[in-house]
């Protein structure tokens, strides 16, 4: 079964900490993607990559860095987490190929984060 | 820009009842998916139905069904025979072009089934 999992459902920290959420795709997915989702403001796209090493910025890409060593990992960095970055997070895949099977994106559980 | 339009806070409905979930959306290209996820309070985004532009006929997939009026670009979810199972945040989505096939969400439909 296809599996996109990040690694902590719930993460608490301090204003000003350095912040890595992972996130691992088990199905050679070429592109990879993190979203923010917010009540009342739906899913917004911060970065996506559609290759190792290769990132581009989303809607809302300030305060946030990637990282994408490797093609089954994209890394989402919060470089000093604030108040505001408090968020649910998705982290998402999917095959670069534009076929019908492969329309739709596989999004992890999400990792609620609060920055205290 | 592409846009997504979800005009529904939130919806009830009684149980075995169907409902129509509304999505709108803005595009300039002619080459377009339309996708509606379903994501219970435990988080999960999980996949509904998908409607391409270019696709003849409306899309079904079990008791989900999309009423794709291209005209009037609009993207409506059709849940027919509701169960509790279905009470949940619904969203509309469109993908990208240029982002790596990344979507672009509405803003969600909360969704509470009763019996």
């Known amino acids: 079964d296809v599996k996109v999992t990040q690694s902590s459902r719930y993460l608490v920290k301090r204003t000003g900490e350095k912040v890595f959420l992972e996130c691992v795709q088990d199905?050679?997915?070429?592109?990879m993607f993190w979203y923010r989702q917010d009540p009342g403001l739906g899913l917004r796209l911060i970065y996506f990559?559609?290759?190792?090493?290769?990132?581009e910025k989303g809607d809302i890409p300030e305060g946030y860095s990637v990282s994408r060593e490797k093609k089954e990992r994209f890394s989402l960095i919060l470089e000093s987490a604030s108040t505001n970055q408090t968020s649910m997070y998705l982290c998402?895949?999917?095959?670069?190929?534009?076929?019908?099977?492969?329309?739709?994106?596989?999004f992890g559980s999400g990792t609620q984060l609060s920055v205290l | 820009a592409q846009k997504i339009t979800q005009t529904q806070p939130g919806m009830f409905v009684q149980e075995k009842e169907a409902v129509t979930l509304d999505c709108t959306y803005d595009t300039s290209d002619p080459s377009y998916g339309l996708f509606w996820y379903k994501q219970p309070s435990s988080g999960e985004m999980i996949f509904l139905i998908y409607q391409g532009s270019y696709d003849q006929q409306n899309a079904t997939e079990g008791r989900y069904s999309l009423n794709f009026q291209k005209a009037r670009k609009s993207a409506n979810l059709v849940i027919s025979a509701s169960q509790l199972g279905d009470s949940a945040m619904y969203f509309c989505a469109m993908r990208l072009k240029g982002s790596g096939y990344a979507l672009n969400f509405g803003k969600g439909t909360s969704l509470l089934v009763t019996p």
């Open positions: 199905m050679d997915h070429e592109n």
């Open positions: 998402a895949s999917r095959s670069r190929a534009l076929a019908t099977t492969n329309e739709k994106l596989f």
């Open positions: 990559s559609y290759d190792v090493k290769m990132k």
